[in-house]
């Protein structure tokens, strides 16, 4: 059992509460020298939020359920091993939002890389919101 990966955050209310504390703190010429960098620091924070997407998966998400999928690949390869020859399928959930698919879609490919054999018993992810 999984959660989604690491995200960018839900939604824009802390960039936009961010932003505006320092542009309150500079009108009132309390910024220090790190707090002048600070309002750069957010801006560009913002463009990524905006530019990838509030909520959505992030690279480190991605890569920490491709990791995921290999140490359970190495603590269960017995299991892996004897559903690949009997042909026994393997069912992947998710809960339907964008980033659990991603990070069930990056899980699966891992998991297939380690034991290739697996390809045919791990179908794509099957989204069941009300288990999940």
């Known amino acids: 059992m999984a959660r989604h990966g690491s995200r960018?955050?839900?939604?824009?209310?802390?960039?936009?509460?961010?932003?505006q504390l320092w542009e309150l703190?500079?009108?009132?010429?309390?910024?220090?020298?790190?707090?002048?960098?600070?309002?750069?620091?957010?801006?560009?924070?913002?463009?990524?939020?905006d530019r990838v997407g509030y909520g959505q998966l992030s690279v480190l998400g991605e890569r920490e359920h491709a990791q995921t999928a290999e140490r359970l690949d190495q603590r269960m390869s017995p299991v892996f091993?004897?559903?690949?020859?009997?042909?026994?399928?393997l069912h992947i959930g998710t809960s339907g939002v964008?980033?659990?698919?991603?990070?069930?879609?990056?899980?699966?490919?891992?998991?297939i890389a380690a034991t290739p054999e697996l390809a045919a018993q791990l179908g794509e992810?099957?989204?069941?919101?009300?288990?999940?």
């Not at 960018?8 to 932003?19: E, G, R």
């Open 8 to 19: 960018l955050l839900s939604s824009k209310k802390y960039d936009d509460l961010s932003t």
């Open 25 to 49: 703190a500079r009108e009132r010429q309390a910024l220090t020298p790190t707090g002048e960098r600070f309002g750069e620091a957010v801006a560009q924070i913002t463009e990524v939020h």
């Open 81 to 89: 091993e004897r559903a690949a020859a009997d042909g026994l399928p």
């Open 98 to 111: 964008e980033r659990a698919v991603d990070s069930a879609l990056g899980f699966r490919r891992a998991l």
């Open 125 to 132: 992810p099957q989204e069941n919101r009300d288990l999940l």
